[in-house]
């Protein structure tokens, strides 16, 4: 008899099989202790940016790794993610405005708004399947999107900046490395808690509904309150992603939550692997790196972005984590069918 | 053993110029094993598929054990005790074995919101899990992919899911199309196994899983169930006969 | 609310309306048919509108400018149908999704890369540039005219072909039962490709009927593509009557949304629409897959 | 030979459903497949067209292999299909659902004439629904209005997949008499059905599908004097194995 736990991550839901927990955690320590080397590199290189650079780089693996719960673990592909990580930067930042600057209230209230603006237009949009999900979430994106273009009280097209400081527990909030830290922290966080999730009762659910909606509903389980749930759930993140963007940069435009940066969500997701919690992360860094390394080599980057985007589909559909996994295991580059 | 528990009356279903279902009645008694037959196009999958709740009639009632259940929707259904198997076998590939039937089981045991603790460590899942994946002789089977089974197995396995539901009544929807005849006999022993403390209604063209099994056997035809008898009585029924080859009247 | 300006607004949204059909046709066929989702078909739009920009600098002649730049899109679209998109009629919609977003990042760049980053004007010539008097009060832009009627006249060809003609029938038959109009002997991929070929050359048309409303820019075809994807939900996937009168709906509401609420808001409103319509019918007003 | 199958396998994902089919027709002939439902006779049609393709063996047709061909290529050879459940293009009219598949008949089989005026004579009660979308016809009518669509195509063989399943006796007779009249026309015919009297009627020989295979071939009345061969494979009963 084959040891199936390793020979299935031919699926989204496939490879979520019975591994020890430590084992499973084992990635995403090693992800985040390299991560957490970073401020020490920068200092020793003497190249501080690279603290603000990573910075937003943990931001979007949160962002990414909560999309991952709607994309790889549920089956669905939302095109408004990006709207729902913007909302929660610009709940910070509309708020900063007006003299709140305590993180503890901030941050809460990004993740409350985002969970809810999720749960709002999660209702709708999971009324439809497949295509029209896709399309529908894309043209929720856009409301957004449209939306704060508009609002000239708050920058409109050109952005909010926050001036005030913010604080953290009635403390002024430190430097740059000490906002790298809160952000990897969160990031680790999500991390477990999204491993955990998934293998959980609630996850069992998710993944099932993914796979077969029919079997699901034919055992006495509606899929539709679970898909909200989780659509409410990585909402929020999103939302908690975006504050801590903001909380980090200072700075919130609308480009931040247009339908491009929902793409590049989900190419970060499908490049760091959809068949692992921690594989978007990977992709996160991978993308964020790539795209700095290739708008320094040319200001054309985005056509060869663009194409290594199609030829990643072509080529490498389960991701990063998949080959890492597969090379692990001497198992070679499984093509998926 | 007469008492019924589930009441089909005046059922019907239209598709367009269509009329697959047409004033269908028929009485389910407890514990029985009922066979459906009847030529392809006579109705019987969307007849179950209107007993399961995927398909809603246009009219009729259906009461299942005391309660109206005509307009419920499947997951209601389920709850209430209806377990099915799929024509075309339905399972989550990407799972195991085990984890296909504790999905049912948790199902079973309430709302699923629990968001920490490991699924597959909790042996209030996977012990009664466990205990149907034996019943149907899959207990070697547990850790292995659902993708990667037999098709044999995955029928077998759609079963221990019905089972593990709890139900009072199991569909079975041609449980044993495309199977070899040694699969089929050991399905035959499965369902043999299980007669009697279920109440079974099964759509089936092998006719000799139909004969060795059914207390009952009703017939369809253009959507309207012509007989209703023991399987000898049916076999013996000149009105059946002629449904199936087609004597000229 | 005059008359004349509500017959302005009507005017400028069934002109919007007609641009979105134009768009929306080739989107919802080559979904119905091939369960294709081709978000890059906003970069065809922009194509075309930047081949009439450069023609028509050139040359100066409008019509030329049109006749340049719908086959150039129509062969654009039939290239990368046949490079790329055919690779990817079999695989997920996440798929087919990722790759043409990656198509459009790609198709900006090299649009930037041949005629620069700032937008090009193109101008009209005097035939179109002007205004007539529609009624006493009511002075309506000839060239707005045009793109109306253009539209309509498309739209009237396009009924006329999918309704009555042999191929028209191929199409609908393949977009409800490929194996069944497969087994009745139609080539069905060959008449998708035609529909795609068509349905590009329409999104070109569309194009060049905007640059001289619109700047004619890189990413130009972004806001027009989730319009017409928005119209194409709400018609119905794979549904040309209802990408039609969906069109009009959301030219119509869009454009007295803007004038009627705040700009912004009224830019929100057709997505109200869509929610609430698609709440009260989950597959749009006319689905085809029964 | 006009077709010709030789040890063909084919199946769905995991499933194999023919294990090892030959049959074989000749120009002008017709024959029956019968057997019981899940067997392997609507599988065994759709391997022929292409729609099912074969994993193993070959098919021959009109001198060409075909098993490796496309599903509209091979259409267009000469074979027109009424499939199971009719498959109605419910968004086209009786009118479209016959003008989309109408051409004239491949060059070999240029003796056939079907046109669009010729099935409506036949089939009358289709003209009084002309401008009915298919979908709203009955059932009897959905049945004629797809032999029409494959007679369209002017084959030069017919393939009928259970054309009488599901209708009311009356409807029934009336779509037998449309075969006879075909089979005297000399269309070449490879017919479905559950219904053995009748259908022994219209062809010339018998195939008894079992489990994916060939179990039994004859000609003739061959099946109706043979009560054994009838209860072991087809009628409701208990098989004598």
């Known amino acids: ?337 | ?249 | ?290 | 030979m006009l077709l010709e199958l030789s040890n063909v396998q084919a199946g769905y994902g995991a499933v194999r459903i023919l294990h090892g089919l030959s049959l074989r027709l000749a120009k002008g002939e017709a024959v029956a497949l019968v057997g019981r439902n899940g067997m392997g006779k609507t599988t065994t049609i759709n391997t022929i067209m292409g729609i099912c393709p074969p994993r193993g063996g070959t098919i021959a047709f009109d001198g060409a292999r075909i098993d490796a061909m496309p599903v509209h290529r091979i259409a267009r050879r000469g074979i027109g299909l009424v499939p199971e459940g009719r498959r109605i293009f419910p968004n086209l009219t009786v009118r479209e659902n016959l003008l989309m598949a109408a051409r004239p008949a491949p060059g070999r089989n240029a003796g056939s004439n079907w046109s669009y005026d010729r099935v409506l004579e036949v089939f009358p009660r289709l003209r009084e629904r002309l401008g009915n979308p298919g979908n709203l016809l009955s059932g009897g009518e959905q049945q004629m209005l797809a032999i029409g669509r494959a007679l369209v195509t002017n084959p030069s063989l017919l393939i009928l997949d259970e054309a009488t399943e599901g209708l009311a006796p009356l409807i029934r007779e009336e779509i037998w008499a449309n075969l006879a009249m075909l089979r005297s026309d000399g269309m070449s015919m490879i017919v479905v059905d559950k219904e053995i009297e009748a259908v022994c009627k219209v062809v010339d020989r018998q195939y008894i599908i079992e489990k994916g295979a060939v179990a039994w071939e004859g000609r003739g009345t061959a099946l109706l004097e043979d009560e054994a061969l009838r209860n072991r494979y087809l009628s409701v009963g208990e098989a004598a194995a």
């Open chain 1, 1 to 337: 008899m084959l040891d199936n736990s390793q020979q299935t991550t031919l699926r989204p839901s496939a490879s979520w099989s019975g591994q020890q927990s430590l084992r499973r955690l084992a990635p995403v320590i090693i992800l985040v202790g390299l991560l957490a080397l970073v401020p020490v590199l920068a200092e020793g290189l003497e190249q501080p940016f690279l603290i603000r650079v990573f910075t937003r780089v943990v931001v979007f693996a949160i962002a990414a790794v909560s999309l991952n719960i709607v994309l790889g673990v549920a089956g669905l592909v939302s095109l408004m993610h990006a709207a729902l990580f913007g909302l929660g930067g610009y709940t910070v930042a509309i708020l900063a405005e007006h003299g709140t600057t305590e993180l503890l209230v901030l941050v809460p209230a990004a993740v409350l708004g985002s969970g809810l603006a999720a749960a709002v237009f999660g209702l709708i949009a999971l009324r439809t399947t497949g295509a029209y999900f896709i399309m529908i979430t894309l043209a929720f994106n856009q409301m957004f999107f449209y939306f704060f273009v508009a609002l000239e009280r708050y920058g409109g097209e050109e952005g909010l900046q926050v001036f005030a400081p913010l604080d953290l527990a009635g403390m002024a909030l430190g430097g740059r490395t000490t906002i790298f830290y809160l952000c990897l922290a969160v990031l680790l966080a999500v991390l477990v808690a999204g491993t955990r999730l998934v293998d959980s009762r609630f996850g069992m659910v998710i993944r099932a509904a993914a796979g077969n909606d029919r079997r699901v509903s034919s055992v006495g389980i509606a899929p539709l309150s679970y898909r909200l749930a989780v659509f409410v759930i990585a909402g929020a993140v999103a939302g908690l992603a975006g504050a801590l963007l903001v909380v980090s940069q200072t700075f919130i435009s609308p480009a931040e939550m247009s339908w491009v940066r929902s793409g590049d969500l989900i190419v970060m997701v499908v490049l760091g692997g959809m068949a692992t919690v921690w594989g978007p992360a990977l992709g996160a860094v991978v993308f964020l790196l790539l795209e700095l390394l290739l708008s320094a080599l040319t200001i054309h980057w985005q056509l060869p972005f663009g194409i290594i985007i199609i030829l990643l589909v072509l080529f490498l559909r389960d991701g990063l984590a998949n080959l890492i996994g597969a090379l692990r295991s001497g198992d070679g580059g499984r093509g998926h069918d």
């Open chain 3, 1 to 290: 609310m005059t008359l004349n300006l509500i017959i302005e607004q009507v005017l400028n949204g069934c002109q919007l309306g007609v641009m979105l059909f134009m768009m929306s046709a080739g989107l919802t066929l080559v979904f119905g048919i091939m369960n294709l989702i081709n978000l890059a078909h906003g970069s065809l739009y922009m194509i075309g509108a930047y081949v009439a920009a450069s023609v028509l600098a050139a040359t100066g002649s409008f019509l030329l400018a049109v006749l340049v730049a719908v086959p150039a899109a129509a062969a654009v679209g039939y290239a990368v149908d046949r490079i790329l998109l055919r690779h990817f009629y079999r695989r997920s919609h996440l798929d087919q999704t990722l790759a043409t977003f990656g198509l459009i990042l790609a198709a900006n760049e090299l649009v930037r890369m041949i005629w620069g980053a700032t937008p090009l004007a193109m101008p009209l010539p005097s035939l179109l540039a002007g205004s007539v008097s529609l009624l006493p009060d009511l002075q309506y832009p000839v060239f707005r005219l045009v793109v109306l009627a253009v539209g309509l006249v498309m739209a009237g060809v396009l009924y006329v072909l999918v309704t009555h003609t042999r191929g028209g029938m191929w199409v609908r038959a393949g977009a409800s039962d490929r194996t069944m109009a497969a087994a009745l002997g139609i080539d069905v991929s060959r008449v998708f490709s035609v529909v795609f070929v068509a349905g590009a050359a329409l999104a070109g048309l569309a194009g060049v009927m905007a640059g001289p409303i619109l700047a004619v820019q890189v990413g130009m075809g972004e806001p027009i593509l989730i319009l017409a994807l928005v119209v194409v939900v709400v018609g119905g996937l794979g549904s040309i009557r209802g990408a039609f009168v969906a069109a009009l709906l959301i030219g119509l509401g869009d454009t007295f949304g803007r004038v009627l609420l705040h700009p912004a808001l009224g830019s929100m409103a057709i997505y109200v629409i869509m929610a609430a319509l698609l709440a009260l019918r989950p597959g749009g007003l006319f689905p085809s897959h029964a």
């Open chain 2, 1 to 249: 053993m007469t008492e019924s528990i589930l009441q089909v009356v005046g059922l019907g279903k239209r598709f367009g110029g269509l009329q697959v279902t047409r004033d269908l009645s028929l009485d389910i008694r407890r514990h029985e094993t009922h066979a459906l037959i009847g030529p392809n196009g006579a109705g019987k999958t969307t007849f179950i598929n209107q007993l399961h709740g995927g398909i809603l009639p246009d009219a009729g009632t259906i009461r299942f054990d005391g309660v109206e259940i005509t307009r419920e929707p499947v997951h209601r259904r389920a709850l209430l005790g209806v377990a099915r198997s799929f024509q075309i076998t339905s399972i989550v590939a990407g799972f195991t074995a085990l984890q296909n039937v504790a999905l049912a089981v948790q199902a079973r045991q309430g709302h699923s919101f629990r968001f920490w603790k490991r699924a597959d460590d909790d042996r209030r899942l996977q012990e009664p899990a466990m205990e149907c994946l034996r019943l149907v002789n899959l207990g070697g089977r547990a850790q292995t992919m659902a993708a990667h089974l037999s098709h044999g197995d995955r029928r077998q396995l759609e079963i221990a899911i019905a089972l593990a539901m709890e139900p009072k009544l199991l569909l079975l929807d041609e449980p044993m199309a495309g199977m070899g005849r040694d699969e089929s006999q050991r399905l035959v022993q499965l369902l043999k196994s299980l007669k009697g403390r279920y109440t079974i209604v099964m759509v089936e063209h092998d006719m000799d899983a139909v004969f060795s099994l059914a207390d009952r056997v009703s017939v369809l035809v253009r959507g309207s169930v012509i007989a209703t008898g023991t399987p000898a009585e049916i076999s013996a029924d000149p009105a059946v006969q002629a449904a199936y080859l087609g004597h000229q009247h």
